[in-house]
């Protein structure tokens, strides 16, 4: 033993016998002003962004005399369900006079469809690009992420003259195609990414254990890609129910989708407005898309971390 | 076609993507059971090559045969070959059974083969206990016992091994590169090992390919590797601590002698190879367990002083920082024998167990 050490062990053995100073975790007071603007704000916000979903959901519970009276932050003094009633089976838009039932059933018809026609094709996309890079893959990938920057309006007009001349202008399966040709650039940029992540050395082994172009997609990729498959679905249905746009110009009245029924019902100018029926049908029309959100959102989060930030 | 008893041969294999050439002209005949390790810094195409082998990437140029059949076009599978990757590569939703039967189940080989093989590669490798958990659930020795499994059911001719220990503690790998041993005496089967650690090549290897920049630059058993480099890349790579090299001139005559500063080594011990002995330039190489200290340098035909200038204790023995001719130089002494920085030492050596490169090309003379 050297001095040097005889004396680091008296400095410890002082350092020890004091006693006071901080010791073990800091604490942490709950009313500190950094809480009270964190929480305050979070606070603020979040009533900013509930207040109108309140004011429509009191007023579709109101009948149309309480409405006159014009206090809509007033929660209804009578709560009535027959607004809910008539935008669902009785409002009317144009010929028909069966709510927004007719549209709900079309929008179905076209989003689920659509989302695994979608999906079903760009995640194949997707893996291809990434695990079997063909001559010519690089180009064809950027064609397609350019694809997704051309605005829509350009491409209207050509679809319509293109669905006509194959003769499904004006019908569900058309709408379906264009959907879901217009989800692809970015469902296969996502699937594209999420597939590049994952170990290289994966894939190999699948190719040497002798599993092919669809042995490995679908026994080795599929089961490892639902995160991803989730996010996809979600931005599909949202994307595909509420659009407005591809269902008002490649349908017609007896087909529109919901969204397009909708607008009729609340935009129609004749008669008087009826305010509680056009609030339960708007909150009726953003139920899908709200459940869905609900449903997957821990999922949604994790998928979209997984693949859509690295390039 | 390829010579009896070869059980991989390469023959004048190239590989370029676009401009960059990744291995070039490349031949290496294996032989039936032979353990051959591919070691080289990272870069140097050793990687490429076993996937060149394995079929998972397209060569540009040349053949390879596996087991005497051309095999340059066929598909992975139809090689005869078993892999196992650095990162286990274990297919995360699928037990462990799964992940061995995979390929197995792939190739449509009956169920009561399957069972027959599945257990007996788990009793090799001692992995019945684990058959139903998924990879999530197993260690990271686990893991590469499972991978290495996933081979040995595939009943193949050829193992290929693509740095299989990098991922694991060094405690593990130490453990799993006996385990490797054992299974290669055990099966008989050949295997190619691709491996940045030079102990993993020298331990386990009946001849190491060392490859720089996409060419082989030695290949031999690993005694002769380390003892006889070809080059001064071979030489500085292999070994830990690496060779000491000093830079002199070689002065030819009738005892050669190398000349650095005011040290002048007699070489007249030392074997050089074939043309040899012209004079010029070049590298002296000596390891550090090749140098003697004390009282015994004075009994090796070169001996001189020095100073110690760093000491780093290693547990089984010591290494020594000095300088000689102006370089750094390092010596191994025993664990017990301590030495104080600064302190005035004797330190020689016998030039029979040095190697010499010729400063230009690098190659040894």
């Known amino acids: 033993m050297s001095d040097h050490a005889v004396s680091l062990a008296a400095s410890h053995a002082a350092i020890r016998a004091d006693a006071s100073g901080p010791s073990g975790p800091k604490p942490r007071h709950m009313f500190s002003r950094r809480n009270i603007f964190l929480y305050g704000t979070l606070v603020v916000v979040a009533l900013y962004y509930l207040l109108p979903l309140y004011v429509m959901v009191v007023t579709s519970l109101k009948g149309m005399p309480e409405i006159r009276l014009g206090n809509i932050f007033s ?42 026609l979608s999906i079903a094709i760009a995640s194949v996309n997707g893996y291809a690009l990434a695990n079997w890079r063909f001559k010519g893959a690089d180009t064809f990938f950027v064609i397609l992420i350019v694809g997704a920057f051309i605005p829509y309006q350009v491409m209207i007009y050509p679809i319509v003259i293109i669905l006509r001349e194959i003769g499904l202008y004006g019908s569900l399966t058309g709408l379906v195609i264009v959907h879901s040709i217009f989800g692809m650039p970015i469902l296969t940029l996502l699937f594209r990414n999420y597939f590049t992540s994952m170990p290289e050395e994966l894939f190999r082994a699948a190719r040497v254990d002798g599993a092919g172009f669809w042995g490995i997609y679908l026994r080795i990729m599929l089961p490892m890609s639902l995160p991803i498959f989730v996010v996809a679905i979600i931005l599909q249905v949202t994307g595909i129910w509420n659009d407005f746009l591809f269902g008002v110009v490649y349908t017609r009245p007896d087909t529109y989708p919901m969204t397009v029924q909708l607008n009729n019902i609340v935009n129609s100018v004749q008669g008087v407005k009826e305010y509680n029926v056009n609030m339960a049908a708007t909150i009726l029309t953003g139920l899908v898309p709200l459940i869905v959100y609900f449903i997957s959102g821990k999922l949604f989060v994790r998928g979209i971390a997984a693949g859509a930030v690295k390039g | 076609m390829a010579a009896n008893g070869t059980s991989v041969s390469i023959q004048d294999l190239s590989l370029n993507f ?27 195409g050793k990687s490429t090559l076993l996937n060149c082998i394995a079929g998972l990437l397209d060569i540009s140029e040349g053949r390879i045969f596996i087991k005497g059949k ?50 007996r590669a788990a009793e090799i490798l001692q992995i019945e206990p684990l058959l139903q958990r998924k990879p999530a659930a197993l260690s990271g020795g686990q893991r590469q016992r499972v991978a290495i499994g996933r081979a040995l059911v595939r009943d193949v001719d050829v193992f290929l091994f693509d740095e299989p220990l990098s991922n694991l503690d060094a405690k593990l790998r130490s453990e799993l590169r006996v385990e490797i041993k054992l299974l290669h005496r055990k099966l008989q089967n050949t295997m190619i090992y691709v491996t940045h650690d030079q102990i993993e090549a020298m331990t386990l290897a009946d001849r190491i390919a060392v490859m720089k920049g996409g060419v082989i630059q030695q290949l031999d058993a690993p005694q002769t590797i380390y003892n006889r480099p070809v080059n001064r890349f071979v030489a500085g790579f292999l070994g830990s601590p690496a060779m000491n090299f000093v830079e002199g001139q070689l002065e030819a005559g009738a005892t050669a002698v190398f000349k650095t500063g005011d040290l002048t080594v007699p070489l007249d011990r030392y074997g050089f190879d074939g043309a040899g002995n012209k004079g010029g330039p070049c590298v002296f190489g000596i390891r550090p367990e090749h140098v003697a200290f004390g009282e015994a340098a004075n009994a090796m035909p070169f001996a001189a002083d020095a100073a110690v200038e760093i000491v780093e204790p290693m547990g089984s023995d010591t290494l020594v920082w000095t300088k000689l001719g102006g370089r750094n130089f390092s010596f191994r002494v025993e664990a017990e024998k301590t030495l104080r920085n600064g302190e005035p030492i004797r330190i020689g050596f016998d030039p029979a167990r040095a190697s010499l490169f010729d400063t230009p090309s690098g190659n040894r003379m």
Do not use: H
């Open chain 2, 18 to 44: 676009g401009a960059v050439s990744v291995l070039q002209t490349l031949n290496l005949d294996v032989a039936e059971g032979e353990f051959i390790v591919l070691l080289g810094p990272s870069g140097c």
């Open chain 2, 70 to 119: 051309n095999v340059t076009w066929e598909e992975p599978k139809d090689r005869g070959i078993g892999m196992v990757f650095q990162s286990y590569a274990l297919y995360p939703q699928m037990t462990v059974e799964k992940n061995l039967s995979f390929g197995l189940r792939v190739a449509g080989i009956a169920k009561d083969e399957i069972a027959r093989r599945i257990a």
């Open chain 1, 75 to 116: 929660p209804p003094m009578e709560i009535t369900f027959e607004p809910w009633v008539k935008a669902w089976s009785q409002a009317c838009t144009g010929l028909n006079c069966d709510g927004l039932s007719r549209g709900f059933w079309n929008s179905v018809r076209i989003t689920v469809p659509s989302v695994i």
